[in-house]
C-alpha cells in the first residue's frame, strides 16, 4: 500500500498536520500515557529503558511541535523534525541548562 497516497486521500498530509496545534497536543498526549504505562510495568523488562524513552521522547517531540503550529512557525521536516534541543530553540521557549542537555 502507498501510505503516502492513502494520507492524501483522506486529507491527512503532512503540510495539513504540520498546522494543527490540537492534532500535534493530542498526538503528544497519547505518546505521553504509552511511556507513562510503560515505566508503571518497568518491573517487567527492567533491563531495557528504550521503549520508555522512545515514547517519551516523541511526546516531547509532538509537543514542541504543537507549540510551533501554535505560534504559526514552520515545523521542519526530515531530520530537523526529529531534533529535540532544535525544536525547542525554534519555540522559544526558556528552558534550563539541564533540561537542554536532557534534550
Do not use: V
Not at 528552558?95 to 536532557?102: A, G, K, L, V
Amino acid at each position: 500500500m502507498d501510505w503516502k497516497k492513502y494520507r492524501e486521500s483522506t486529507g491527512y498530509t503532512q503540510a495539513k498536520m504540520s498546522k494543527n496545534a490540537k492534532a500535534w497536543f493530542d498526538l503528544a498526549c497519547s505518546y505521553r500515557r504509552a511511556a507513562e504505562l510503560l515505566n508503571e510495568c518497568a518491573e517487567r523488562n527492567p533491563r531495557d529503558t528504550r521503549p520508555f524513552a522512545f515514547n517519551a521522547a516523541l511526546s516531547l517531540e509532538q509537543m514542541l511541535k504543537a507549540i510551533l503550529a501554535r505560534k504559526i512557525i514552520e515545523i521542519p521536516n526530515r531530520n530537523g523534525g526529529h531534533d529535540l534541543l532544535g525544536l525547542s530553540d525554534l519555540s522559544q521557549i526558556p528552558i534550563t541548562d539541564h533540561q537542554r542537555m536532557t534534550l
